[in-house]
């Protein structure tokens, strides 16, 4: 694309769209990176858009077209982080507290910002967006639960720095220049950042979840049928023996197969009928989860959460399970 297509007074709406719009998968999986949500990334990158629209009479031509649109989009990402009063991460329940040990005891929903999913249909046409050659993460690492997680507990500009330098591969120069800062403020912030993500990640990088082969579809199709069947026996019987179960916005967590069963146990007793619809999310296998509904809707299949799973060595490693009805119609259910 020409640096100068998109300059002066003969660019209308339409035009100016039409130019910007096959840059927004990927100025939105940046938003969800820097904001830890899939609602306020669509937001952002609305906003983004009609900055730039609003501003285009001084985009001089000086840079690319994308490399603008991520200026504003990160900068809007910012504020929009400063304006959360220090509540500028999204996390996860196990990357907030001890493990529980007990089953749920009507302890409140907590009114922190929980880290949200990400779907894999948003992702489709990103794959091969190759990322300079700088860049630490591939797209699969760079995209998956953990590795969102873990950059949420970097300050916000530590966090924009860390991926446009090792997500997206851009030089310092061309990142100080995003940011407004000197080069020797951007190496500085890169080195404090990664010092935090190889404390989250101590054996190294996190690693991508690999293509779904014939061992791991069997597990899925297991997975399935347990929930499916009420067969909490064969659920545990999935996970490894150090798994994770978490369940934002609940802040209950449960490490390992043993505390796990606890909870399981409880959920025995309630006797809730689900279906499990396949789908992906951050690379990982997911579902859709539908509840059967009480009351006068009884008889119907209601939106009730989204399950991501990380699988390892052919068994369950974590299962967080979003209890969030509005993700799955965000999902397409």
């Known amino acids: 694309m ?8 003969a660019v209308d709406r339409e ?12 100025l939105q999986l940046h938003c969800y990176r820097m904001l830890g949500s899939l609602d306020d990334a669509e937001d952002l990158v609305q ?19 994308r490399a603008w649109l991520y200026r504003i989009a990160t900068n809007a990402c910012l504020n929009a982080l400063s304006s959360r009063r220090g509540a500028d991460r999204r996390v996860l329940p196990e990357n907030r507290g001890a493990p529980f040990e007990h089953p749920p005891n009507g302890a409140p929903v907590t009114e922190l910002a929980w880290l949200e999913p990400y779907p894999d249909s948003a992702l489709e046409g990103l794959a091969d967006l190759a990322p300079g050659p700088a860049a630490r993460y591939e797209m699969r690492e ?61 054996a190294g990088q996190p690693t991508a979840q690999p293509e779904t082969d014939e061992r791991d579809r069997e597990l899925l199709d297991r997975y399935v049928r347990a929930w499916e069947d009420d067969d909490l026996d064969e659920l545990l019987a999935l996970l490894r023996e150090d798994a994770v179960l978490s369940m ?11 505390s796990i069963a606890t909870f ?9 009928r689900h279906r499990l619809v396949p789908t992906g999310a951050n690379g990982q296998p997911a579902f859709l989860v539908y509840r059967l509904g009480g009351g006068e809707g009884a008889e119907e299949w209601h939106p009730h959460a989204v399950q991501v799973l990380t699988l390892r060595e052919g068994q369950i490693a974590a299962l967080t399970n979003f209890l969030d009805p509005h993700l799955v119609e965000a999902f397409g259910g």
Do not use: C
Request: glycine share 6%; aromatic share 8%.
């Open 2 to 9: 020409s640096t100068s297509a998109a300059h002066g007074p």
């Open 15 to 26: 035009s100016f769209q039409r130019l910007a719009e096959p840059h927004r998968r990927e």
């Open 47 to 65: 906003e983004t858009f009609l900055r730039a629209w609003r501003a285009l009479d001084r985009f001089e031509g000086r840079t690319s077209l």
């Open 142 to 202: 760079a995209v998956q639960l953990a590795f969102v997680a873990a950059i949420q507990h970097l300050p916000p500009r530590q966090r924009a720095v860390l991926l446009l330098r090792d997500v997206l591969g851009w030089s310092a120069a061309e990142t100080a220049g995003l940011l407004d800062a000197s080069v020797a403020a951007v190496n500085s912030a890169l080195q404090r950042g990664r010092a935090t993500m190889e404390r989250r990640f101590p």
């Open 248 to 258: 934002p916005p609940s802040p209950m967590w449960y490490r390992g197969r043993d």
């Open 264 to 272: 399981v146990g409880w959920l025995r007793h309630r006797k809730s």
